[in-house]
């Protein structure tokens, strides 16, 4: 799975980076920006694992977006895959290399594997329901925690909050694909997300969990790609710190 999101990567995403031509760039709403390599690495990779994986449901974010319906299917789905062909899109489009493409396998409601590509950084994270988590073959455990918790989020309208005594969010690497390894290894402590589609966390969500950590939802209960959307995420390097943020998320604006 690895070298086909690699070869996949290599094929269509490598050659866009930093060459995106007119008209390779479109909106499938307004500020929701989507690029050739998005739409043509989707169908590559989609292809591969149905012909694997005949029985699988494959939900991609971008034949998502062309039938809606796919999201409940997958829902009910017994085996599925999440592929997310290029996340950080917005990064990518600027020429940041903070993208990644993701995949992940769910058998029964649970992630059981999931992929993490770097294309740019040359970094790949692999994680299996309870055989661990690695980068590039060296297993991951999250670092001890420092003495001052540092919070992260994508949501703008929360930047520079604190929420009770902890000191104030800061931005995220705008990208799941870059942001759940970062909370892996230690650059952030928690994580606090509005957007919940299953493509963005499953992938880190199993990640997180193998290395020690712990992603839940606001309203207290454990992350379930299958379930329908919580109306935020907190991931955390460990229980601890979920439960403590988890009771102080009522603060943020727009809750």
Not at 71 to 86: C, I, K, S, Y
Request: hydrophobic letters at 40%; one cysteine or more; a negative charge.
């Amino acid at each position: 799975m690895l070298a086909l999101l690699r070869d996949v990567a290599e094929e269509v995403i490598d050659p866009r980076f930093r060459a995106l031509a007119e008209g390779q760039v479109m909106e499938k709403r307004p500020g929701d920006l989507v690029t050739v390599a998005d739409r043509e690495a989707e169908v590559l990779i989609t292809r591969a694992l149905s012909a694997a994986h005949p029985d699988a449901l494959v939900l991609g974010e971008e034949a998502t977006a062309g039938d809606p319906a796919l999201l409940g299917r997958f829902r009910a789905a017994q085996h599925a895959f999440t592929v997310d062909p290029v996340d950080g899109t917005r990064n990518f489009v600027a020429g940041s290399p903070d993208h990644a493409v993701m995949a992940a396998e769910l058998v029964g409601g649970e992630v059981v594997r999931s992929w993490i590509w770097q294309p740019q950084h040359r970094v790949a994270y692999v994680a299996e329901r309870g055989a661990g988590a690695y980068r590039d073959g060296e297993r991951l455990v999250r670092p001890p925690l420092g003495e001052d918790l540092r919070g992260v989020t994508s949501r703008r309208s929360w930047l520079g909050r604190a929420l009770g005594t902890l000191r104030a969010l800061d931005l995220t690497w705008v990208c799941c694909g870059v942001d759940y390894p970062k909370l892996v290894e230690g650059e952030a402590d928690f994580v606090l997300y509005g957007g919940t589609k299953p493509w963005d966390h499953a992938p880190g969500a199993l990640l997180l969990s193998e290395a020690g950590g712990y992603l839940g939802t606001f309203d207290g209960r454990p992350y379930q790609p299958q379930q329908p959307e919580p109306r935020g995420l907190v991931g955390a390097a460990d229980r601890a710190t979920y439960d403590l943020v988890q009771g102080l998320v009522h603060q943020l604006p727009g809750l």
